[in-house]
T-cell receptor, first 117, second 111 residues
Framework: GAVVSQHPSRVICKSGTSVKIECRSL??????MFWYRQFPKQSLMLMAT?????????EQGVEKDKFLINHASLTLSTLTVTSAHPEDSSFYIC?????????????FGPGTRLTVT | AQSVAQPEDQVNVAEGNPLTVKCTYS??????LFWYVQYPNRGLQFLLK??????LVKGSYGFEAEFNKSQTSFHLKKPSALVSDSALYFC?????????FGTGTRLLVSP
């Protein structure tokens, strides 16, 4: 299957700083990528859907000014957590969609563990 | 709204025994159903999916799932569990272009 990478795999930052997480589709082009957040022992919650060349669509309750998403190319989407606080500590997982229409596959990255101190 | 339910937080099974991880769904229209597995501190790995066709779907690592329309279920099964199958399993339904996940079931296979 197709491969999606994330960088970094782990990051520790101080409260008030910003952190950028990269999501790349390595062997396919992805016009649509998804960002999820997972709390310990909980399910994945969709944060936003990003489409290449346009603004991301955020789920209800997700602060778009805090979680900045950029999808500048067909193989790269970035999530920037701005002015991070300890409550932003979580496991962030991206996913990339291969294909269009009703028949497509969605591949997941390995995740990024963010710890805000 | 489209949703899936995984009624068991954890399933315990002895190695070599058959395993079942339950999932029920609620969708309008035809369901697109998926199973994923997650190992600690890792992303999700695709196991199998049901779009249409045979109700018994075979997937990766010897797993299979049975789509039952009358019971609105999509239970994950494996005839003989391995210790290495111990992980977190998620059922999901695709709705309006998005995947909606269940709460996950932790599978623990004991030697």
């Amino acid at each position: 299957g197709a491969v999606v990478s994330q960088h970094p795999s782990r990051v520790i930052c101080k409260s008030g700083t910003s952190v950028k997480i990269e999501c790349r589709s390595l062997d396919f082009q992805a016009t649509t990528m998804f960002w999820y957040r997972q709390f310990p022992k909980q399910s994945l919650m969709l944060m936003a859907t990003s489409n290449e060349g346009s603004k991301a669509t955020y789920e209800q309750g997700v602060e778009k000014d805090k979680f900045l998403i950029n999808h500048a190319s067909l193989t790269l989407s970035t999530l920037t957590v701005t002015s991070a606080h300890p409550e932003d500590s979580s496991f962030y997982i991206c996913s990339a969609r291969e294909g269009q229409g009703a028949v497509y596959e969605q591949y997941f990255g390995p995740g990024t563990r963010l710890t805000v101190t | 709204a489209q949703s899936v339910a995984q009624p068991e937080d954890q399933v315990n099974v002895a190695e070599g025994n058959p395993l079942t991880v339950k999932c029920t769904y609620s969708v309008s229209g035809n369901p697109y159903l998926f199973w994923y597995v997650q190992y600690p501190n890792r992303g999700l790995q695709f196991l199998l999916k049901y779009i249409t066709g045979d109700n018994l779907v075979k997937g990766s690592y010897g797993f299979e799932a049975e789509f039952n329309k009358s019971q609105t279920s999509f239970h994950l099964k494996k005839p003989s569990a391995l210790v290495s199958d111990s992980a977190l399993y998620f059922c999901a339904v695709r709705a309006l272009g998005k995947l909606v996940f269940g709460t996950g079931t932790r599978l623990l296979v004991s030697p």
